[in-house]
């Protein structure tokens, strides 16, 4: 038996003119949504960014990918918060990027059996070539499912970066550990070597 984890792999996509305009619209809806996510120092949840703005940013891309842009903006604030650096004004979004669900369904985009890439665009869906550099090759091919993809650019160049659902190992733990929780120590926990560790419930109890 082995367990799910999310991995991340690269690979390189073609210069395409409309895959640029995509990314592009995507930035202009995070830009769009940016001050309002703000909401003067108080940012708003991806689901009260979607109540107050998706009718005036709708129609630029299409739902799902307005729905993921809205999450993503919120979660740069959601971030940011809890790193300790919540934001002081609205975020610029200087770089352009896209975030396109896959998924069994496909939803934006679709690693097709002939080698290709179905994609989502503002000129319609299409079809492109793409590369899997040597390093990320294993790591695709053995991939559950592919969860999403973000195409950034890079020294001019476009490409993605795409999230799998790889199976590994389950870990196997080499020093067993006994944990006891009681009320009137929160945790007790003994190592082999018959270190104690207590963390006192007492308070607790207490109250």
Not at 71 to 100: C, D, E, I, M, V
Request: glycine share 8%; net charge positive; hydrophobic share 45%.
């Amino acid at each position: 038996m082995g367990m799910d984890i999310k991995r991340s792999v690269t690979i390189l996509l073609p210069d395409d003119g409309d895959l640029r305009a995509t990314m592009a619209a995507f930035h202009r809806v995070q830009q769009d949504l940016s001050e309002a996510c703000y909401n003067d120092g108080k940012p708003l949840s991806a689901i009260a960014l979607h109540r107050a703005m998706y009718a005036q940013v709708a129609g630029t891309l299409n739902s799902q990918m307005t729905c993921s842009a809205m999450r993503l903006t919120a979660g740069a604030y959601g971030s940011a918060k809890s790193n300790g650096r919540p934001a002081q004004r609205p975020f610029a979004f200087r770089h352009a990027r896209a975030l396109f669900l896959v998924g069994m369904r496909g939803r934006d985009a679709e690693f097709r059996s002939d080698g290709t890439l179905s994609i989502w665009t503002v000129a319609g869906r299409k079809r492109l070539s793409y590369v899997v550099p040597a390093a990320f090759t294993a790591a695709l091919a053995a991939a559950n499912e592919i969860d999403s993809l973000t195409v950034i650019e890079r020294n001019g160049r476009l490409l993605a970066r795409v999230t799998v659902t790889v199976e590994v190992p389950e870990p196997s733990g080499v020093h067993p550990v006994g944990v006891d929780l009681n009320e009137t120590n929160a945790l007790v926990a003994i190592d082999p070597d018959g270190n104690a560790l207590f963390v006192s419930g007492r308070a607790v109890k207490v109250r």
